[in-house]
Structure formats: C-alpha cells, structure tokens
C-alpha cells in the first residue's frame, strides 16, 4: 500500500478528509521550499504537492505563472526538486509528496531516469497536466507503477463517464477534479455543479476524489470536505507566498496560518456530520 493511499484509508476511519496543499518548488528561493514542507505537514496538510517550475504552465493563472517565473530565475530544475524531496525526508517519512506539473521536464531526463530518481528521492506521486492517460500507457505507467509511484490524472467538468473510468483505471492514490473551467485560480466555484460533478465521478470510480482550483479561505475548503475526499489548496497559498517574497518569515506565518484556519474548519465540519 502507498503512503497515498495508506494516508486516506487512515483519514477514513478518522472520519476526516485530506488538506492537500500545492506550493512551487523554488518560490521565492529554493532555500524556501523544504521548510516550507515541514511547516505545511506540521500545520495539519496531510499530502503534499510541489510544482516543478515549467515556463509554459498553460493550465496555471497568473498567480502560478509568476511562481514559476520566480523559481526559474533561481534556475530551478527538476533535479534540484527531486533533491528538495529527498531533503525533505530526512526528517519526514510519513508525508506523502505528489510532483505535479507538464511532460517536458521528465521527458528531458528521460521517463526511466524520472522514475527511478523520484523513486530514490521518496515522490509518492506524478501528476503530469499534459499527459492524458492514453499517451501514458505505453512508457510512463509502467515506469512509475514498478517505481511504487502513484500516477495522478486530471478530471474536469467536461470529462465524460468513459474518461472518468479512463482516468480511475491507470491512475492510482487519487483523482484529480478541477473544478472550474479554466486556469488556477480562476472565476468563482457553483458548489452545486461541483457537487453533481463529484457524485458523478464517485458512481464511476474507485479512488478517492481531491477537488481544487477556486479554494481560497477555510470557508470554501470545509464546504468542498462535505462534497469530496480531499481539498486541494493552491493558488490562496502561492499568493501568500509573492505577497511576502521579501520576507520568509512572513510566507511561512501567513501560509501556515491559513492552512491551520482551513484543517480547523474541515474537521468541524467533519465532527458536525
């Protein structure tokens, strides 16, 4: 059993659902990055996801655009964040970390190389945006399942129930949902949609669902815990993160503070049901 999967048959039982933060390996310095982690894991995250710096993130919005462009100016490569991680669990080995970002990077380094890197460095999970599981099949998947990776897919209100079996079938430790059309941090959710969607996805599938883009306050992530398995948090913290580049201490105190207010009002709602 993976730590993705061993994290939500514990959180299961406790009756609660996953926190899953998202940060951008680099932002606003790479020295930045692993502390980060341990201040996010100690703030209640219960999975981990660090962006691998890309400078054509075409899924992201501005807000993830410019943590990338911050990363990158610290020329920050996918072997500085596979180091990150490795650094990472030196002093955590229960956290699970999913690398999430776009093809080129791995297919530079090679899918074989990738693997067996992440592998070492202890990468739980790959969620590769442009990488739909058809094109997967015939070199990743098989790499990253010998590996003990969990592969990661991407659904969206437009996925049809064959791709969500599609999806359910290659992936593994959870399913993806975006829930607004769109980039990052876009627009503003219909929790209803979101709600008709995740019941839709939950009758065609097996893995846990994780619902992000558009949550931004504890408010919006306890209502997306009484919908989903798991609330991805992303560009609410990557704004923290540029709103006080200049100083680490504050990324830290802010993001760790919203982080808390959000795990509070997740298990209240948790405990209410």
Same mark, same amino acid.
């Given at each position: 059993m993976s730590r993705i999967q061993t994290t939500f048959e514990n959180l299961k039982r406790e009756k609660r659902k996953a926190l899953i933060p998202f940060i951008t390996a680099g932002d606003p310095r790479p020295e930045f990055t692993v502390p980060m982690?341990?201040?996010?894991?100690?703030?209640?995250?219960? =999975? *981990?996801?660090?962006?691998?710096?890309? +400078?054509?993130? %075409?899924?992201?919005?501005?807000?993830?655009?410019?943590?990338?462009?911050?990363?990158?100016?610290?020329?920050? +490569?996918?072997?500085?964040? *596979? !180091?990150? $991680?490795?650094?990472?669990?030196?002093?955590? =080995? /229960?956290?699970?970390i999913v690398l999430m970002g776009y093809l080129n990077p791995l297919e530079r380094m090679g899918y074989r190389a990738f693997a067996e890197a992440a592998r070492k460095a202890g990468v739980d999970g790959v969620l590769t945006v442009d990488l739909p599981p058809e094109e997967a099949e015939a070199e990743m998947l098989p790499l990253l399942y010998e590996a003990g990776i969990d592969p990661i897919f991407l659904l969206a209100p437009t996925s049809t129930r064959g791709r969500i079996e599609?999806?359910?079938?290659?992936?593994?430790?959870?399913l993806y949902y975006v829930s607004l059309k769109g980039v990052t941090g876009a627009g503003h959710l219909d929790l209803e949609e979101v709600a008709r969607k995740v019941e839709e996805i939950r009758a065609a599938a097996r893995l846990p669902i994780g619902v992000g883009f558009g949550v931004k306050n504890a408010?919006?992530?306890?209502?997306?815990?009484?919908?989903? !398995?798991?609330?991805?948090?992303?560009?609410?913290? $990557? /704004?923290?993160?540029?709103?006080? +580049?200049? !100083?680490?201490?504050? =990324?830290?105190?802010? =993001? $760790?503070?919203?982080?808390?207010? %959000?795990?509070?009002a997740m298990d209240k709602e948790a405990r209410a049901a």
């Open positions: 982690l341990h201040a996010m894991a100690a703030a209640g995250a219960d =999975i *981990l996801e660090l962006g691998v710096p890309f +400078s054509d993130p %075409m899924a992201d919005g501005p807000v993830i655009q410019r943590a990338s462009e911050r990363a990158l100016t610290h020329h920050v +490569s996918l072997h500085q964040v *596979l !180091d990150m $991680v490795a650094e990472f669990r030196r002093r955590d =080995i /229960q956290t699970p599609k999806a359910d079938a290659a992936g593994r430790g959870y408010e919006t992530a306890a209502k997306m815990a009484q919908l989903a !398995d798991a609330v991805v948090v992303g560009s609410a913290l $990557v /704004q923290k993160v540029e709103e006080n +580049s200049g !100083d680490p201490e504050r =990324i830290e105190t802010a =993001i $760790v503070a919203l982080l808390k207010e %959000m795990r509070a």
